[in-house]
């Protein structure tokens, strides 16, 4: 269920694409076409409108906040366009970290790849310790049609010493890392998203204890034959 804009950061999921085995963006579905596998669903926080300065007999302040209000409403009723173009013009009155992140999720959902990383960014920008601005941001890396796993790697290493106990971020690090073939450091970030609730990732610390076992008797066999 979506949740709404209010003067904190709040955690929304929103279930647009679930990925089978994929990099799930946030809840991370990771997407089709990648065999990374996270949460599932593009896992969002609708910021505040306000900053430190905002007032309420300010009319612009006023006005970007009720864009952003209306905005947040018509996504929970599945109207991502029109929710995309309040957004939008929240963001051209009152240009926010909260106005260009929920941006980003209308684009992302609209498959606008690009225009979801570049709000994305700009958010961060101005919101630097946002673990979730991170999270789909990297998401976006993912899915793009010129996907950087690089860059992603690397907003999910951010978004995991910004937010340790997350899970689903430890999860889509890991399944990202795996893919990389970084197997060791996946598998600790399995471990710490099953710690923490993600039962699912008991089957991904098998599977990836496995590949570990794999390369080291592969290695050791290697050594014997160099030896002879």
Same mark, same amino acid.
């Given at each position: 269920?979506?949740?709404?804009?209010?003067?904190?950061?709040?955690?929304?999921?929103?279930?647009?694409?679930?990925?089978?085995?994929?990099?799930? *963006?946030?809840?991370?579905?990771?997407?089709?076409?990648?065999?990374?596998?996270?949460?599932?669903?593009?896992?969002?926080?609708?910021?505040?409108?306000?900053?430190? #300065?905002?007032?309420?007999?300010?009319?612009?302040?006023?006005?970007?906040?009720?864009?952003?209000?209306?905005?947040?409403?018509?996504?929970?009723?599945?109207?991502?366009?029109?929710?995309?173009?309040?957004?939008?013009?929240?963001?051209?009155?009152?240009?926010?970290?909260?106005?260009?992140?929920?941006?980003?999720?209308?684009?992302?959902?609209?498959?606008? $790849?690009?225009?979801?990383?570049?709000?994305?960014?700009?958010?961060?920008?101005?919101?630097?310790?946002?673990?979730?601005? #991170?999270?789909?941001?990297?998401?976006?890396?993912?899915?793009?049609?010129?996907?950087?796993?690089?860059?992603?790697? #690397?907003?999910?290493?951010?978004?995991?010493?910004?937010?340790?106990?997350?899970?689903?971020?430890? $999860?889509?690090?890991?399944?990202?890392?795996?893919?990389?073939? %970084?197997?060791?450091? /996946?598998?600790?970030?399995? %471990?710490?998203?099953?710690?923490?609730?993600?039962?699912? /990732? %008991?089957?991904?610390?098998?599977?990836?204890?496995?590949?570990?076992?794999?390369?080291?008797?592969?290695? *050791?066999? *290697?050594?014997?034959?160099?030896?002879?």
């Amino acid at each position: 269920m979506l949740a709404r804009v209010s003067s904190q950061v709040v955690r929304v999921s929103v279930k647009s694409l679930a990925r089978p085995t994929v990099f799930r *963006t946030v809840k991370l579905t990771r997407n089709p076409g990648q065999s990374f596998q996270a949460r599932s669903s593009i896992y969002k926080r609708w910021a505040s409108s306000t900053t430190p #300065h905002s007032t309420a007999s300010d009319p612009a302040e006023v006005e970007a906040l009720n864009c952003l209000e209306q905005g947040t409403r018509l996504l929970e009723e599945g109207d991502v366009e029109g929710a995309k173009d309040l957004y939008k013009r929240s963001a051209e009155i009152n240009r926010n970290a909260s106005s260009l992140y929920n941006l980003g999720v209308t684009h992302y959902h609209l498959k606008e $790849f690009d225009e979801a990383i570049a709000a994305w960014q700009e958010a961060i920008a101005l919101q630097p310790a946002s673990p979730d601005a #991170h999270t789909n941001l990297a998401s976006a890396y993912i899915v793009s049609p010129v996907s950087r796993p690089d860059l992603a790697l #690397h907003h999910l290493q951010i978004a995991a010493s910004l937010s340790p106990e997350d899970p689903e971020i430890a $999860f889509n690090l890991a399944a990202v890392l795996e893919a990389a073939g %970084k197997l060791e450091e /996946a598998l600790e970030q399995y %471990k710490r998203s099953e710690t923490y609730g993600i039962e699912r /990732a %008991k089957i991904h610390i098998r599977n990836v204890s496995a590949k570990l076992l794999g390369q080291r008797v592969q290695s *050791t066999q *290697t050594s014997g034959q160099s030896d002879e």
